[in-house]
């Protein structure tokens, strides 16, 4: 006899989805997801573009309701899709009122999908249109530490808005850098799974007034949902388990982690 899943949890304090892929999701009509979603009072949900051909998608989606945003960039995979044209589609949306980062960019070398440097030169464009457009950045970076933080260090100055870097997977050197230059770090299902360790140790390192919840989704999904694909009304087993691991009450996170998403990507003008 299979076990039974828990149902998901609802938390009377709303919370915040600082990160999914909503045109990535498939096992169910998107209707269907984001009713669900409302459901476990998830207040806003904030969906990333990754590559030219869906940065107008997450535009669109974005505008389906007032409480979903989007983010224009494109990931390190797809860097070598990167050229005049996508940056300047880019910096023409990156003001939009309902578009609240730079994002998904960065460094990937464990699959390196893309020429090194070729990403680097991209990550570092992006970056400045961060810059120009007083906009918070979502950073992607894997098997990337010491050039990740040897390109931030080039934008200290100038990057006024830091962001986050999401699902972080990353040792404790890049932690601690981005943690000390007011950066939050995003943390998803992967803190559930029982070999993450590490990442569970990154969370105990990070004050909660740096840590931000995310999904992932269609990607990482948390226990006891591994094997389904991920959605964004996952997201209180996230919380949970950042509770869990920090040792604080899960009210604390819940209402920390929502400032922590409010200041960084809704701030009050």
Excluded at 28 to 50: D, K, M, S, Y
């Amino acid at each position: 006899m299979s076990k039974k899943r828990r149902e998901i949890p609802v938390f009377d304090h709303p919370i915040i989805e600082t990160h999914c892929h909503l045109d990535y999701l498939k096992e169910r009509p998107l209707e269907e997801t984001l009713a669900q979603t409302r459901q476990v009072n998830i207040e806003r949900v904030i969906t990333i573009a990754v590559a030219p051909d869906n940065l107008a998608k997450v535009r669109e989606l974005s505008a389906k309701a007032s409480w979903l945003y989007g983010t224009q960039g494109i990931h390190p995979h797809e860097a070598e899709t990167y050229n005049d044209a996508v940056e300047a589609e880019i910096r023409a949306h990156a003001r939009d009122e309902k578009i609240v980062a730079v994002g998904e960019i960065g460094l990937d070398y464990f699959y390196d999908k893309a020429d090194r440097a070729t990403q680097q030169d991209v990550f570092r464009r992006q970056l400045q249109i961060a810059c120009d457009n007083d906009r918070p950045v979502v950073i992607h970076s894997r098997e990337a530490d010491e050039e990740t933080i040897a390109i931030l260090k080039e934008f200290e100055q100038s990057l006024k808005r830091r962001g986050v870097i999401h699902s972080f997977t990353s040792g404790p050197g890049l932690a601690q850098y981005a943690l000390d230059q007011g950066w939050n770090l995003g943390f998803n299902g992967i803190t559930t799974f029982n070999k993450a360790e590490n990442v569970r140790d990154i969370v105990r390192m990070a004050p909660i007034s740096q840590i931000l919840l995310e999904t992932d989704a269609p990607f990482l999904t948390p226990v006891p949902y591994r094997g389904k694909e991920n959605a964004p009304f996952y997201l209180p087993f996230v919380a949970e388990k950042i509770a869990e691991v920090k040792g604080l009450p899960l009210n604390n996170v819940i209402t920390q982690t929502y400032h922590n998403s409010l200041r960084t990507f809704f701030p009050t003008p």
